[in-house]
């Protein structure tokens, strides 16, 4: 009936400060419906059910869920499906059972079958159309006056674009006839999950126009898939956060992780151990947070849900960027302290601690009552320039920040006076100088504490861009960053005086 229907949900967890986009994550996976052919930005938990629906085992949900739960803010979502894949369907007759509009899930997958179409009469004239999903109606037209007005109407609802796409089946140009509630039929997934290897080839679908942030295959482990991870960031400066299988030992992860010690793109990479668990949805859950009325798959008998770190991995990661207004600060210690997790897969103690920041892993650890991320490394064995992962993720952002602010100058005159140096080297300068203030690059000070160095450079001139490779179009800037290193071990000597002795 008319008015206005509101409904509530609770979001456990830390809310984040921001919308930083380097603090972004961007994952691939299975889901119950959604786009196979490009990711969606998802700024909240509601974003991910709207567009790709409800909890099965093994799926992307309780990863997003978890991101969103422990402060993540930005998180893009690409859906993956084994070969095979099928769209549902559903074409309606005119009175004279002639074909007259078609209604095809958004995308594919057996999800499509779950969806109906009912045509009515209308209020005053021509026909109305019902959508329902899972039973449940969640959308009426107005009163339509042909089929290509059904078509504008319904593909341009917010309420069900994103499901469902109305078209002209052309047979016949007559309205439909009335029709009682029909399901959409012949939806099917693929005939088997998706592999390892279809998974890391939609990781192309997530090219540098998303720019840097964190990449992971949540609940997928193993050489194909860290390969994979490993080129992709490399490729599109971004950092692989990488997980071990849920029965992998922390001595089984160090001989994993030293065969990549010495890949060429090993500082683009952090492997994390061991998984965690987080509590299992619930059916009051689901049903309050999917507007869309999305089928209540079985609520897993057990309390919690043991998943892969990645997901808490990148919030924490976020929280950081976001609490620094970079990516120089680590998502670990303090700052990453777990609000949702419920307990880690595998007990870490000391020991084993030890033994893998010695094998570049970086471990969860109970401290006190709270579960936090305890290191900061990456995998490379170039410990000189790479020992942390903040400073490739560092780099990276200077690199797309760099690439940003040169965007406004192409094209633009190369003039004698050397103007054009002035304003990029003057704009390269105005995007670091606020990463020095706030911390993410190491300046340099003489003894009387005056700054001799802002730990960057930039160079724009005749040195660098002699007149017969301006002659050739092309302008260099170099920019050298010194980058601010983690303060992953603090030691302290507490002396003890007694009585009768001074205070050293």
């Not at 290897?197 to 609940?219: F, M, R």
């Not at 949702?340 to 920041?357: K, N, Q, R, S, Y």
Request: charged share 15%; glycine share 10%; net charge negative.
């Amino acid at each position: 009936m008319p008015g206005i229907n509101v409904t509530t949900a609770v979001r456990t967890g830390p809310v984040g400060i921001g919308d930083i986009i380097a603090g972004q994550w961007f994952a691939v996976g299975e889901t119950e419906r959604g786009d196979l052919a490009a990711p969606t930005l998802c700024r909240s938990f509601s974003d991910y059910v709207k567009f790709y629906g409800d909890y099965q085992a093994g799926n992307l949900y309780q990863y997003v869920k978890t991101y969103f739960d422990e402060g993540g803010t930005r998180c893009y979502v690409q859906r993956v499906l084994g070969a095979s894949s099928a769209t549902a369907t559903k074409t309606l007759d005119d009175a004279s059972g002639n074909d007259t509009i078609t209604f095809t899930a958004k995308n594919a997958g057996q999800w499509g079958n779950k969806l109906a179409v009912q045509v009515i009469a209308a209020d005053v004239a021509g026909f109305r159309v019902k959508i329902y999903l899972n039973d449940v109606e969640i959308y009426l037209t107005r009163d339509l006056v042909d089929v290509t007005d059904a078509i504008n109407v319904i593909n341009s609802a917010p309420a069900v674009s994103h499901l469902i796409v109305a078209s002209d089946d052309t047979t016949s140009a007559a309205n439909p006839a009335v029709v009682s509630k029909t399901a959409l039929a012949a939806g099917a997934n693929g005939t088997n999950p998706a592999t390892d290897a279809e998974a890391v080839t939609a990781l192309g679908l997530l090219a540098g126009q998303y720019k840097s942030g964190a990449i992971s295959l949540p609940g997928r482990t193993g050489t194909t898939v860290w390969d994979g991870l490993v080129a992709h960031a490399q490729a599109y400066s971004r950092i692989a956060i990488c997980a071990f299988g849920t029965s992998t030992t922390a001595a089984q992860a160090k001989t994993a992780a030293s065969a990549y010690y010495s890949n060429a793109g090993a500082s683009y990479m952090g492997f994390y151990f061991p998984h965690v668990k987080v509590p299992a949805p619930s059916s009051s859950e689901l049903a309050s947070l999917n507007e869309a009325g999305s089928a209540v798959e079985p609520t897993p008998q057990a309390s919690t849900v043991t998943v892969d770190p990645s997901a808490y991995v990148a919030a924490a990661r976020t929280r950081a960027i976001e609490a620094a207004g970079g990516p120089w600060r680590a998502g670990a210690g303090a700052i990453s302290s777990a609000t949702t997790i419920t307990d880690m897969a595998t007990a870490v103690t000391p020991a084993d601690g030890d033994l893998l920041d010695e094998a570049r892993i970086n471990a969860l650890r109970k401290i006190g009552n709270q579960i936090r991320v305890y290191g900061a490394r990456s995998a490379s064995n170039d410990e000189a320039n790479w020992r942390f992962i903040t400073l490739r993720d560092s780099v990276n952002y200077i690199v797309y920040g760099c690439e940003d602010r040169m965007e406004q100058f192409v094209f633009n005159t190369i003039d004698g006076r050397g103007n054009l140096f002035g304003r990029i080297r003057a704009s390269l300068k105005a995007f670091l100088d606020p990463m020095r203030i706030a911390g993410g690059l190491y300046e340099a000070y003489d003894d009387d504490g005056n700054l001799i160095d802002p730990g960057y450079s930039v160079v724009v001139n005749s040195t660098n861009n002699p007149n017969s490779q301006l002659a050739t179009g092309l302008v260099k800037a170099s920019v050298g960053v010194r980058v601010s290193g983690v303060a992953d071990l603090i030691e302290v000597e507490v002396t003890k005086s007694n009585l009768t002795a001074p205070i050293l």
